[in-house]
């Protein structure tokens, strides 16, 4: 079966839980920070906390908070990496929660795990909630945010890189707000439930059509 014949259809995301913003993106004095994922060398955690070091040093406020476990020893050297800073008060760090309330309805900026899957649900989730997302140029994230149409990318590994994307939001509101509200409506219209099942409705009618063609 070549890859022409495959088609990949998502479970989608039940739209009702996201009908309205939680808020209005980037009212509050700081830029308020979301990462959620397993910690690893790999995800982005520590590159984000030396890009909030930068930010503290260019006077950026912000709040942080993590959301995982994972790797006890990368989160250590995180904490390492704010209490040098002198940022402690910055950053929280919460295990996983079943209701995503919790964490995420005060948040301007998700940043998004670079180990994520390609349709990554945090990421989905976050876009219907009308927030920004900035994430590690990598396959999976350009195509959830349309190769930066919809979300902002920056090189893997690249600290400044990430700390600018940061800043430009907090300088830029309106454009980010804008970006942002893109995300949005595009994830309401391309990956709800709804639009999932109909698109396997159409594939299962597409196929019965196919089977009455084929010769007897």
Not at 4 to 30: N, T, Y
Not at 34 to 51: F, K, N, P, V
Not at 189 to 214: G, H, P, W
């Given at each position: 079966l070549g890859p022409e014949r495959l088609?990949?259809?998502?479970?989608?995301?039940?739209?009702?839980l996201f009908q309205r913003p939680d808020k209005e993106l980037f009212?509050?004095?700081?830029?308020?920070?979301?990462?959620?994922?397993?910690?690893?060398r790999t995800a982005g955690q520590l590159e984000l906390a030396e890009a909030c070091t930068v930010l503290g040093e260019k006077g950026v406020p912000f709040k942080l908070c993590y959301v995982g476990a994972g790797d006890k020893s990368v989160k250590?050297?995180?904490?390492?990496?704010?209490?040098?800073?002198g940022l402690d008060d910055h950053v929280s760090y919460?295990?996983?929660?079943?209701?995503?309330d919790a964490y995420m309805k005060d948040a301007d900026i998700l940043l998004r795990d670079a180990?994520?899957?390609v349709f990554d649900r945090a990421t989905?989730?976050?876009m219907l909630r009308g927030k920004l997302i900035i994430a590690a140029?990598?396959?999976?994230?350009?195509?959830?945010?349309?190769?930066?149409?919809l979300g902002l990318l920056y090189s893997l590994n690249d600290v400044q890189?990430?700390?600018?994307q940061i800043r430009q939001t907090v300088e830029e509101p309106d454009k980010s707000r804008s970006m942002a509200a893109r995300g949005s409506a595009y994830m309401h219209e391309n990956a709800t439930a709804e639009v999932f099942a109909e698109k396997m409705y159409a594939l299962y009618r597409q196929l019965l059509a196919d089977d009455r063609d084929l010769p007897q």
């Amino acid at each position: 079966l070549g890859p022409e014949r495959l088609l990949q259809i998502r479970d989608g995301l039940d739209a009702r839980l996201f009908q309205r913003p939680d808020k209005e993106l980037f009212s509050d004095p700081a830029v308020r920070l979301l990462m959620i994922g397993d910690y690893s060398r790999t995800a982005g955690q520590l590159e984000l906390a030396e890009a909030c070091t930068v930010l503290g040093e260019k006077g950026v406020p912000f709040k942080l908070c993590y959301v995982g476990a994972g790797d006890k020893s990368v989160k250590q050297e995180i904490q390492n990496v704010f209490h040098r800073a002198g940022l402690d008060d910055h950053v929280s760090y919460l295990r996983y929660q079943d209701n995503v309330d919790a964490y995420m309805k005060d948040a301007d900026i998700l940043l998004r795990d670079a180990d994520a899957e390609v349709f990554d649900r945090a990421t989905a989730e976050a876009m219907l909630r009308g927030k920004l997302i900035i994430a590690a140029d990598c396959e999976g994230a350009r195509e959830m945010l349309a190769d930066g149409e919809l979300g902002l990318l920056y090189s893997l590994n690249d600290v400044q890189a990430l700390a600018g994307q940061i800043r430009q939001t907090v300088e830029e509101p309106d454009k980010s707000r804008s970006m942002a509200a893109r995300g949005s409506a595009y994830m309401h219209e391309n990956a709800t439930a709804e639009v999932f099942a109909e698109k396997m409705y159409a594939l299962y009618r597409q196929l019965l059509a196919d089977d009455r063609d084929l010769p007897q």
